[in-house]
């Protein structure tokens, strides 16, 4: 069974740090791209990072852009997202999910569960 695990969320406070993990099983990460999505209450989804398993580049969503850095290492067959200067908006279920097709995070056919980003005070 392909799997996705995410792990890593938690309640922080505004300005405090977090690192995301999404773990892959049944598969290897090799050769998906892999793209971090969420979702906050009352809102739809949204993008907010990409890496492309191929040449390794990575896209932001702006409103992360400089305060978010999606890496992957593959020998542990892992994705991470490290979160910094979060803001009580980036409160949201994380979601890691994998394309195998686009490179682009276009075509994302496994999902995790889930991860609860709470940033409060």
């Known amino acids: 069974q392909l799997q996705l695990v995410e792990s890593g969320g938690g309640l922080v406070q505004p300005g405090g740090s977090l690192r995301l993990s999404c773990t892959a099983s049944g598969f290897t990460l090799d050769y998906y791209a892999i793209g971090w999505i969420r979702q906050a209450p009352g809102k739809e989804r949204e993008g907010v990072s990409c890496i492309n398993n191929s040449d390794g580049s990575t896209y932001y969503a702006d409103v992360v852009k400089g305060r978010f850095t999606i890496s992957r290492d593959n020998a542990k067959n892992t994705v991470y997202l490290q979160m910094n200067s979060l803001e009580v908006e980036d409160t949201a279920v994380y979601y890691c999910?994998?394309?195998?097709?686009?490179?682009?995070?276009?075509?994302?056919?496994?999902w995790g569960q889930g991860t609860l980003v709470t940033v409060s005070s």
């Open positions: 999910a994998a394309d195998p097709s686009t490179g682009r995070c276009r075509d994302l056919e496994i």
